[in-house]
């Protein structure tokens, strides 16, 4: 099959609907207020309904507030109750005559306890009993009757609240009165019963939530405080966490792949140097030990809304782009009164004294303490404004984080850092290698016994489902029917849009069907993805393709040339339509700042071989964490060093954006560098395209991160995702990592949707050209956030350094 075929520009429909766009959550959903607080809007009770008695045979009825426990009832609903002498009826609308929308019927001979509970203000709790072979004959209706309900055994709870003391009074006796299995007798009403909405901070736990959604909230160290703050983000972050990775998937993130080097022949002698290194990336891509952890004194950066930056701006966002983020400063000079540091050394306190490596790895490996409630909302300017920390942690809410604290790490004093004696919880923690990526559900595999026995070879085995930055099938979400209650809007499992015959007839339309071997000796392993391996090999034979596109890119090519193979296993992708995703965008993406697409062979039905050119380089990500100033007191690299690469990077995303393409996955590990330090852009899976028609897109995809604050809240965003991707990427250049790295996702997932614009570490040793750079990066709200278009005009560009200032940082690879 010839390119030719494929060599058409790339339309819409070459790509692959990466899945459903999540519907946006509903209006109650977005609010950000305690749960408690949707309460006080309903109008719980019909006065009507106070003034009858209890218990005289009457029915009883009226408006109230109802939860149970099933599955994602988190909201309180209003309900009509109506208690007769033998139901307890919940409907959603006061029941008329022939009328019947009653969505729970309890038979009262199922009602084994009813006692009043603190989870919120005037409310009580109805235990019953659902095991259909008790005395009563049970009746349910609707979803909550339906087995959802999460109490332990045969029980289930539900919670009514009332508007009023005495309306709580009169339903409990109403209910003692008519209950066989009860006594008859209410139990006393005003004791205290330590139940808490959402959060028991005496055991630390969330409690009434389902159980699966609650292990990962403990995990995530997502905190009672972050929940009161904002329980309608908590469970947004864990609604989408769940559709895209399945819930009670966290596993431990270090398995390593064993992968052999294809059978193509490896010439140990000319790169024998280089097996260590190779060795190495037999793993499942691991980054370096972590960056050592700061104990010192942190300036504490406000975090603001985009809003409060520019609603004094009389200007067009860009008209004013340059000097919007000076007048904070030109009203008081924060650094002025600081040395400047030399360029190539900005101080960094991010060394741990005498902390070797292996701690520092286990520093990574175990993870940080964390105080959530250190990340406080405020209206400064993000990056302009230094604020020394307070030194006393005494304040929960002002207490800075013990984030760079490894459980290992001797108490410092003198450290705001330090006064935690309690090692935090054991929990699973992202590795730096392997950032979780959230990437849309996925249809299961086929099977791939046969296709790997045809390989001959091993393969990576499917890593840790939780962290694997991959385009491994998330789990499928959870098989439990979920109910609509207002709040979670149920993402329907993603229909492929095309089937698994059509993908191939793509794919190889975009392919040679040929056995590549003879053309190739193969080298050494350069990388592990996880969608297959990448090797560095030669160029041994330029075979005669015909006539056609291939003549034209072959004839590029010369008998000796490094280049790098991306070797994949198609039984083993979910997502076969991210490759062929990738290959179009490559192919149509000739770019110096983009990889160079250079060939793909489909050798076998199974087995794909991407072409590419071959960056000697590595990944930003292995400059930065090989940077000899890397774990010391310094930025891994140099302002002018991350103002080139980073305009490179933008100048790359510039080419992709003018073609409409968002990139959605723009991180360090996605930019590599080649032996002139060139910079480009790599991983093209989950581009997508924006058209006249579709201008927008909501699938959540990326790596959590980097993720832009809009894309983490299911709203509709644009190209300017990427922008914010490149902010928190220069982040990573400054200090080793993105923000929340050292959380749970899903925390991190928090985070960004409640923090919005991320605090620097010491934004006080930065030029100012770079913090208004970050700031228009990375503003919440798009509209005032740059295009790459304006950031290629932005002053901190005028830093940048020449390439050749990058050499230094490719030693390592030597
Ligand atoms: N063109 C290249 N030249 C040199 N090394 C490369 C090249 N492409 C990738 N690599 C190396 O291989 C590693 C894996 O690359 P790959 O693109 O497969 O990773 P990934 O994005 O993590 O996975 P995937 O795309 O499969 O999800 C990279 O981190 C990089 O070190």
Not at 237 to 260: I, K, P, R
Not at 518 to 540: C, D, H, I, N
Not at 697 to 715: D, L, S
């Amino acid at each position: 099959m010839s390119l030719s075929a494929a060599a058409n520009k790339i339309s819409e429909n070459d790509f692959q609907n990466i899945g459903p766009a999540p519907r946006p959550p509903g209006a109650a959903f977005n609010k950000t207020q305690p749960i408690t607080s949707y309460l006080n809007q309903l109008d719980l009770q019909d006065k009507r309904n106070e003034q009858r008695g209890a218990g005289n045979g009457n029915r009883k009825s009226g408006w109230v507030s109802y939860k149970d426990d099933g599955i994602l009832s988190f909201l309180w609903q209003k309900r009509y109750m109506v208690l007769s002498d033998s139901y307890l009826t919940l409907y959603k609308n006061e029941p008329r005559a022939g009328s019947d929308d009653a969505v729970l019927q309890i038979p009262l001979t199922t009602i084994v306890s009813v006692s009043r509970t603190q989870l919120k203000q005037n409310c009580f709790e109805v235990v019953r009993s659902s095991d259909r072979n008790s005395s009563a004959s049970g009746s349910s209706v609707g979803s909550s009757g339906n087995g959802s309900g999460g109490s332990d055994g045969s029980r289930k709870t539900m919670y009514i609240a009332t508007k009023t003391e005495i309306d709580l009074h009169s339903w409990l006796d109403a209910i003692f009165a008519k209950c066989p299995l009860l006594s008859g007798v209410s139990s006393p009403t005003n004791f205290t019963h330590k139940v808490h909405v959402g959060f028991d901070p005496e055991t630390g736990s969330f409690v009434g939530m389902p159980s699966n959604w609650e292990k990962l909230l403990k995990h995530s160290r997502i905190t009672g405080e972050d929940w009161n703050n904002n329980s309608a983000a908590v469970i947004q972050v864990l609604q989408f966490y769940q559709e895209y990775n399945g819930a009670g998937t966290a596993t431990a993130s270090n398995n390593s792949s064993t992968t052999s080097l294809p059978k193509a022949s490896i010439n140990q002698g000319q790169y024998g140097g280089q097996q260590s290194r190779q060795n190495s990336h037999d793993m499942l891509p691991q980054r370096k030990p972590p960056t050592p952890p700061s104990v010192q004194h942190r300036p504490k950066l406000q975090v603001s809304t985009s809003h409060q930056n520019y609603q004094t701006s009389q200007q067009s966002p860009y008209q004013s782009f340059n000097n919007k983020y000076a007048s904070p400063l030109q009203n008081k000079p924060l650094n002025s009164h600081l040395p400047s540091p030399p360029a190539h050394k900005l101080p960094y306190p991010q060394q741990v004294q005498g902390q070797n490596s292996s701690q520092l790895k286990q520093h990574r490996q175990n993870g940080y303490a964390q105080d959530a409630s250190r990340f406080k909302h405020n209206m400064q300017n993000p990056y302009l404004t230094s604020t020394p920390p307070s030194s006393s942690p005494s304040s929960s809410k002002e207490q800075v984080s013990q984030r760079h604290a490894p459980q290992q790490r001797p108490p410092v004093n003198n450290s705001p850092y330090s006064n935690s004696s309690t090692p935090p919880p054991q929990r699973l923690h992202p590795q730096r290698a392997a950032p979780a990526v959230l990437k849309p559900p996925a249809q299961p595999a086929p099977s791939t016994a046969a296709a790997a026995a045809a390989m001959n070879q091993s393969r990576p085995e499917a890593g840790p489902k939780f962290l694997q930055p991959n385009r491994e099938a998330p789990k499928k979400p959870d098989a439990h029917p979920k109910k609509d209650v207002g709040v979670t809007k149920q993402r329907k499992p993603t229909k492929p849009t095309m089937s698994n015959a059509e993908i191939m007839a793509k794919l190889k339309s975009v392919t040679f069907n040929t056995d590549p071997t003879p053309f190739f000796q193969m080298v050494e392993k350069a990388g592990q993805g996880a969608s297959g391996s990448v090797y560095l090999a030669q160029r041994t034979q330029l075979p005669d393709y015909g006539e056609g596109d291939l003549n034209e890119q072959i004839g590029e090519q010369h008998i000796g040339d490094k280049v790098a193979i991306k070797q994949m296993i198609l039984s083993k992708q979910p997502r076969k339509e991210l490759i062929v995703n990738e290959i179009l965008v490559m192919k149509d993406s000739q770019h110096k700042n983009i990889v160079n697409f250079l060939e793909a062979y489909l050798k076998t039905e199974d087995d794909l071989w991407v072409v590419m050119e071959y960056m000697e380089g590595g990944s930003l990500t292995d400059l930065i964490e090989n940077s000899p100033t890397n774990g010391s007191n310094h930025a891994p690299l140099t302002e002018p060093q991350i103002a080139y690469i980073v305009r490179e990077t933008c100048q790359g995303l510039k080419f992709l954006h003018d073609k409409h393409i968002i990139h959605r996955d723009i991180k360090s590990d996605n930019v590599l560098l080649d032996h002139r330090a060139r910079v480009k852009i790599t991983d093209f899976g989950f581009c997508a395209k924006l058209t006249d028609k579709r201008s927008k897109r909501a699938t959540m995809v990326g790596t959590p991160y980097w993720m832009a604050p809009e894309v983490v809240k299911q709203r509709e965003y644009d190209e300017k995702v990427d922008v914010w991707s490149l902010g928190i990427m220069t982040i990573e250049m400054l200090e080793g990592e993105p923000p929340y790295l050292n959380e749970d996702p899903l925390k991190a997932l928090y985070l960004i949707a409640t923090n919005g614009t991320p605090k620097l570490k010491q934004p006080e040793v930065l030029s100012l050209k770079i913090k208004r750079f970050l700031s228009v990066c990375l503003c919440v709200d798009v509209k005032y956030r740059a295009s790459t278009e304006e950031l290629l005009h932005h002053s901190f560009f005028d830093m940048s350094c020449d390439p050749r200032d990058l050499t230094s940082l490719l030693e390592w690879k030597k």
